[in-house]
């Protein structure tokens, strides 16, 4: 069973993590996503939206045992450059990509969901960025400057802070904070108002 689902409705394909307990990212998983935006680009849908299964997490970082292998270490490193050029590519095109965010975005999960150009995230939603040896992907850190101060990022880097929503958002790493109630209906909303405007 895959650990992307891929739908298509509308207009917007969706990119749904799903691997128990908490989507956290493989090399395979990797893979399996850059497929998706691989066709993506080959067939241009209106809205990329990338979100994770359940409640919990959208994606709480990288499944790699401590005692991984350079070879495993690679292969990873390799899958997420893989989904870096991808995006890149879809940016071009001018196809705007979302984050949907519930749950714990954490270290390479955070870094995932910044590489879309709008991150929506519900209320409860937490943000990590990683230290220096989880990250997975190249971009995130050059991106980054722009919205949020040099200060600010070191600080958040080198103390592994978990930041709330709002917070997040008061920093400039989330662009719109969503209420749990209306999470869906507003994301509906959002979603919509990105489209007819691309």
């Known amino acids: 069973m895959p650990d992307i689902h891929v739908r298509q409705r509308n207009g ?3 990119l749904i993590l799903d691997r128990h307990p908490r989507n956290m990212l493989t090399a395979t998983m990797l893979e399996q ?9 080959n067939k241009p849908p209106r809205l990329i939206v990338l979100t994770g299964m ?9 499944d790699l045992p401590a005692d991984s292998t350079p070879v495993q270490r690679q ?4 899958a997420a450059q893989k989904i870096e050029e991808w995006l890149a590519l879809i940016h071009q095109q001018g196809i705007p990509t979302v984050a949907l965010v519930k749950g714990a975005a954490l270290d390479a999960g955070c870094e995932l969901a910044l590489l879309c ?8 939603a937490e943000f990590q960025l990683p230290e220096e040896q989880k990250r997975i992907f190249s971009r995130t850190l050059a991106l980054l400057p722009a919205v949020i101060s040099k200060q600010e990022l070191e600080h958040l880097i080198k103390s592994s802070e978990t930041v709330k929503a709002r917070a997040a958002m008061h920093l400039g790493l989330v662009h719109q904070v969503l209420a749990p109630g209306r999470f869906l ?7 919509a108002m990105l489209m007819s405007v691309a």
Not at 75 to 78: T, V
Not at 185 to 191: G, I, P, S, W, Y
């Open 33 to 41: 996503l850059s497929e998706a935006l691989l066709k993506a680009s």
């Open 12 to 14: 917007i394909l969706w």
């Open 117 to 124: 150009e709008t991150v929506l995230a519900r209320e409860d």
């Open 54 to 62: 359940g409640e919990d997490a959208f994606c709480a970082g990288v």
């Open 185 to 191: 209906q507003d994301a509906e909303e959002l979603l």
């Open 75 to 78: 292969a990873l490193l390799q």
